[in-house]
């Protein structure tokens, strides 16, 4: 099955590139890159350009404020695999992650995965080439630190094969939130397409990157299903600015939720 690995970027270049060299490792290799790019960044573009070893494909539009939803749907659009795996720009997979959505995946179902929240030194030793990204992965129990930083998520980063045992027995055993994290889910392409893909009319808020998406999924038959500890990734640290989502476009929000408005107006039909 051929995958589309959308990823979510502005800007943040020495980010990206650790992401490719990570899609570049990946043990599932029939798969495309799509970077969604929310912005026409020249140092973006130039670094895409030189991009081997993958098959990669860039969107772009104009830098007019945060429009984090119309840019994956352009990724959408761009996209030619039948499956769908959506990151952000500052979040690294492990190299079982295509792997892992792909083992999971099934009709009618959106799988949402979590992150471990590297610290900031640690980015920092990321990004400088002092430790190797995938040493983390392989071996986590060197980095114990971790486990004591705040909200580092440090249990997340613990992989659990798809294909064994252990992982379907603690499902059973454990109820798990399946709430859909933006930087982490997977799809097919047709039961995003049916939605109109994500709901561009929340302005530079948060609501369209999974609230709202996670209620329309349900809305229209799908189950959400957890892939925690199976489909895993870093968080690199960085400076966050919190994006607002306001009295009004959380009342948009409910309504259009209780008259059951799972297709959006503003979305992949307006490209």
């Known amino acids: 099955m051929k995958v589309s690995v959308i990823i979510a970027v502005y800007k943040d270049v020495s980010s990206l590139s650790l992401i490719i060299t990570a899609l570049k490792r990946q043990t599932y290799k029939n798969f495309e890159v ?34 984090k939803a119309r840019s994956q749907n352009n990724g959408i659009i761009a996209s030619s695999g039948e499956y769908l795996i959506f990151i952000d720009g500052d979040c690294v997979p492990y190299t079982t992650f295509v792997e892992a959505h792909v083992a999971l ?3 009618k179902t959106v799988l949402s995965g979590r992150r471990v929240n590297l610290s900031e030194l640690l980015t920092q030793k990321i990004k400088s080439g002092l430790v190797d990204i995938v040493d983390i992965e392989k071996n986590l129990w060197k980095y114990i630190g971790l486990a004591f930083e705040k909200n580092s998520k440090y249990e997340y980063g613990f992989y659990l094969s798809p294909t064994g045992w252990l992982y379907p027995l603690l499902s059973k055993l454990r109820k798990r939130n399946t709430s859909i994290l933006g930087c982490n889910f997977s799809c ?33 038959g799908l189950e959400i299903k957890s892939c925690k500890n199976v489909a895993n990734q870093f968080h690199l640290w960085h400076t966050y600015n919190e994006r607002d989502i306001g009295p009004f476009y959380w009342e ?20």
């Not at 929310?38 to 945060?66: C, F, P, W």
């Not at 039961?191 to 999974?210: I, P, Q, R």
């Not at 059951?260 to 307006?270: D, H, K, Y």
């Open 188 to 220: 097919f392409r047709a039961d995003m397409v049916a939605l109109n893909g994500f709901d561009e009319g929340y302005g530079e808020t948060s609501l369209s990157d999974d609230t709202d998406l996670d209620w329309r999924f349900r809305a229209a």
């Open 252 to 271: 948009k929000m409910v309504k259009n939720r209780e008259s059951n408005r799972m297709i959006c107006e503003v979305g992949l039909n307006t490209h």
């Open 105 to 107: 995946a099934e009709r």
């Open 34 to 67: 799509i970077i969604s790019e929310d912005g026409e960044n020249h140092q973006m573009r130039e670094y895409v350009a030189n991009i081997s070893g993958l098959d990669v494909k860039h969107t772009t539009q104009e830098d007019i404020g945060v429009r």
